[in-house]
């Protein structure tokens, strides 16, 4: 192997890509050869200081000023749903909205009650207890009406104090859980 | 410390490397290109871009060298390149 077919395989030998026949002809060379030993010395440093791992050479005072730009940054602020106004909205609209209903559309509001009535009636046992106990208080006298309205004022009754509950207790341990 | 000293003679021998050279060894040594990427990337030929990183790794071997000869010299200690290369414990 002359020494110009040897360099032209170092890379090749150094990325480990030689085939094993060329491999060994190739160090069979090197051994002769002190100028093609040397070269492929020199490229091995090389590899080795190009492939070794690199380290990234920081500012002295990197931690401290990004430290100080973070603590310099407005505190975040979460987003906060407007859950009262939503709450004091719906409330609103649906007392609004029924009171309408029973004042400019009495024959609608029989219909639609008596339908809704059905429909709690038909699934009080199984699905909510809150219907149920509005079934059973407002429905009594066979008012249709009556049992719409009050169906509606137990469950808002049970939605602000579900809300009340939640903001009571639910909230002051999910932030709590959430700064720890 | 030997690390970080070697390191940095790598990168300002790379400095003085040709523009195309440097580029080249830059893209295979530290973007982890393999040739014929890197061929495509700059418009070469795979057998131009085999060529520039042998001959690129024998130049920065010689930058190398020059910088060892001017820092023993200079400062009468031994480098942590060629002349060190024995201490440095590659992975």
Known sequence: MS????????????????????SERLIAHVDRCPTCRG???????????????????????????????????????????????????????????AGAAALFAPQTMRAVGAATLGLMRGAADAV???VAVAGRSFGHDGSVLTAVLGALLTFDVALVAGFGFALKYVQPRLVERLRS | MLRAEAEAEVRAALAELPERTRTVLALRY???????????????????????????????????????EVATQGVGRKSPLFGGFHELQFS
């Open chain 1, 39 to 97: 070269v492929l010395e020199e490229l091995r440093v090389v590899d080795a200081l190009l492939l070794g791992p690199r380290r990234i050479d920081l500012a002295p005072n990197f931690s401290f000023a990004v430290m100080a730009e973070a603590r310099a940054l407005p505190p975040p602020a979460p987003y906060r749903a407007p859950i009262r106004a939503y709450l004091v909205s719906y409330l609103a609209a649906a007392w609004m909205l």
């Open chain 1, 128 to 130: 909510s207890a809150l």
């Open chain 2, 30 to 68: 530290y973007d982890n290109m393999d040739y014929q990427t890197i061929a495509t990337t700059m418009g070469l030929s795979l057998g131009n871009v085999k060529t520039l990183i042998h001959r690129g790794k024998l130049a920065l071997a010689h930058k190398l060298k020059e910088r060892e």
């Open chain 1, 3 to 22: 020494c110009s077919l040897a360099e032209a395989l170092f890379e090749l030998f150094l990325d480990g890509e030689l085939a094993a026949v060329q």
